[in-house]
């Protein structure tokens, strides 16, 4: 099942970024808009992308023109209908993604893959209104989705090996490093990263530090760069919240957006992240973002939603953290590691320890991770596993 013709819907910032990706790696790549305005206004996103890539030095001016030769826009949805595959990137709501769908499934050929760069929404529930939900898989990009090399495939029970080994290479080809996930609440990334925001906005709520201290604790205890509130104002407030919204519906209250994340997303403005971080507050606020991850991660193992290696490639290649969920475990040690969990149900009593993590510990062994050595390069991982 060979995949040379690419189609996206959307194109804001996250499809144009898609687009391009797609469309540097060869693919004919059709791009469709609403209206005329919408879609010059992406494909002016993409044309200024590829122009600062050449004065970066990142592109060559033929390699940006050889880019350009690939895309072709269009108001008609109709056009896509010769694609081997479709890649919806349109706003997060389930019944405008099922109505898409069900559009796309009239209109494309029998062999058309489709696939939605949803975070958080039922891969399951949108290939449930098509005749063909066995072509349907969840395509998740990170952003910036021109340099971030992760992508999640998205597996239903349904999904076809064939659709997904298709969806493997086409990854690989547009320079993408590969993690497959179940289709469930987050997938094997945001189901524990967006808990990891949200618990960071209820330690602000319940008055354990303010923005700034909290985020750089968060940033010493995963040695990163950006901390949970600096984050959420690159990536954008609604996104997180409207995955707390989709948690919620189907995990349980735990998920829940905190009050503050509510609150602020109705302000419609950033966190304000100025001000003197406090050096006198102890550890807790770490060890309790820790402890939501360390959860979480055993819990998404204990599903089957993902191995203990793509959870870890997640958060080294996608989220950047320099060691992922398992590997921070095993260094702090699993007895300890189920301690801070524990902490978290304490605080959280609708959220449980996973049973998994509960036999590791007395077990009294590591988690057995297949060695993952992940280098940076200009924006470029190079992963070797043994």
């Not at 209206?35 to 122009?51: M, Y």
């Not at 056009?79 to 796309?104: G, H, P, S, Y």
Request: aromatic share 8%; with cysteine.
């Amino acid at each position: 099942m060979d995949i040379k013709k690419v189609g996206v819907v959307g194109c804001g910032l996250m499809g144009a970024g898609i687009v391009q990706t797609v469309a540097q790696a060869g693919y004919t790549t059709i791009v469709r808009e609403l209206d005329k305005d919408l879609l010059e206004k992406g494909l002016g996103r993409i044309s200024a992308f590829l122009d600062k890539g050449v004065e970066k030095g990142k592109l060559t001016p033929s390699k940006r023109d050889a880019t350009w030769e690939c895309i072709n826009g269009t108001t008609e949805l109709s056009d896509l209908a010769d694609c081997d595959l479709v890649i919806e990137v349109i706003f997060e709501d389930l019944n405008a993604k099922q109505e898409l769908f069900r559009e796309l499934d009239r209109i494309c050929r029998e062999g058309t893959i489709f696939a939605s760069n949803t975070s958080s929404l039922s891969i399951t529930e949108m290939a449930s209104v098509t005749g063909r939900p066995e072509k349907v898989a969840g395509l998740h990009y990170f952003f910036p989705s021109v340099i971030n090399q992760l992508l999640e495939i998205v597996t239903t029970e349904q999904t076809e090996p064939e659709v997904v080994e298709s969806l493997l290479v086409f990854a690989r080809t547009t320079g993408k490093i590969p993690i497959i996930a179940m289709d469930a609440p987050g997938f094997a990334v945001n189901r524990y990263f967006v808990p990891w925001l949200n618990e960071a906005v209820r330690m602000l709520d319940e008055g354990w530090a303010d923005i700034p201290t909290i985020d750089k604790i968060a940033c010493d205890r995963f040695n990163i760069g950006m901390g949970p509130f600096a984050l959420m104002n690159a990536t954008g407030i609604p996104i997180a919240y409207h995955c707390t919204v989709s948690f919620k519906e189907t995990k349980g209250e735990f998920y829940g957006a905190a009050t503050g994340l509510t609150a602020q997303l109705e302000a419609g403005k950033p966190w304000d992240l100025e001000g003197e971080v406090d050096d006198t507050t102890n550890g807790e606020i770490g060890e309790r973002l820790m402890g939501v991850v360390f959860g979480i991660a055993a819990q998404l193992v204990e599903e089957g939603v993902a191995s203990i290696e793509d959870i870890e490639r997640g958060a080294l290649i996608g989220l950047r953290w320099p060691r992922g969920p398992f590997g921070m475990m095993n260094n702090l040690g699993v007895d300890r590691a189920l301690e801070l969990v524990g902490q978290v149900v304490d605080f959280n009593p609708s959220f449980s320890v996973p049973s998994l993590l509960q036999q590791q510990a007395t077990s009294g062994q590591p988690w057995t991770i297949k060695d993952l050595k992940v280098e940076m390069k200009d924006n470029i991982a190079t992963i070797t596993m043994s």
